[in-house]
T-cell receptor, first 116, second 114 residues
């Protein structure tokens, strides 16, 4: 079983739709949660960074963390064609025996297409 | 300010050859990490270096090695290339060595092994 599971999609929505992206994880040591956006043939770009359970909002993006269920989500409101990309969830822990200090564990990525 | 830069952009090698990939972190960042991203998958952690010392190593064979220089730039070396090494190799930099610092990724080096 992978430490982080993410539905690869692909997900296709009309412009203006609300998009929900999700990841589940099995490692209870994960404490920091991130969402990255990756355009084709580019490096990942950080969208959201959260630590505690609850919601964090930034413009059209809302990140949600539920540590008790080991479940994180990213919501995109009023989606735009420019949001078409692969969305990666990533997680890290504070202490992994000194062998993975700052290591990010990624989900598989969800391919999102927003069509006009 | 310049972001993380990587060179070369693309590289084609044949099985058994050796490759060196290079990364320059964001100015002021002292930590560099390397990730391998196979097509259709999320990035997989290879190494982290902080202040020129290896801080973490992922589940990759000894054919993979890296180092960090006094100016905090880094090299990733892969020996005896296999077809399965074909991937996008990503470098990420952050200010410190801790888990809480935000990591910023470069555009990657796309390696094709024939």
């Amino acid at each position: 079983q992978k430490e982080v599971e993410q539905d690869p999609g692909p997900l296709s929505v009309p412009e203006g739709a609300i998009v929900s992206l999700n990841c589940t994880y099995s490692n209870s040591a994960f404490q920091y949660f991130m969402w990255y956006r990756q355009y084709s043939r580019k490096g990942p770009e950080l969208l959201m960074y959260t630590y505690s359970s609850g919601n964090k909002e930034d413009g059209r993006f809302t990140a949600q963390v539920d540590k008790s269920s080991k479940y994180i989500s990213l919501f995109i409101r009023d989606s735009q064609p420019s949001d078409s990309a692969t969305y990666l969830c990533a997680m890290s822990s504070t202490n992994a025996g000194g062998t993975s200090y700052g290591k990010l564990t990624f989900g598989q990525g969800t391919i999102l297409t927003v069509h006009p | 300010d310049a972001g993380v830069t990587q060179s070369p952009t693309h590289l084609i090698k044949t099985r058994g050859q050796h490759v060196t990939l290079r990364c320059s972190p964001i100015s002021g960042h002292k930590s560099v990490s390397w990730y391998q991203q196979v097509l259709g998958q999320g990035p997989q952690f290879i190494f982290q270096y902080y202040e020129k010392e290896e801080r973490g190593r992922g589940n990759f064979p000894d054919r993979f090695s890296a180092r960090q220089f006094p100016n905090y730039s880094s090299e990733l070396n892969v020996n005896a290339l296999l077809l399965g090494d074909s991937a996008l190799y990503l470098c990420a930099s952050k200010w410190g060595g801790g888990s809480t610092d935000t990591q910023y990724f470069g555009p990657g080096t796309r390696l094709t092994v024939l």
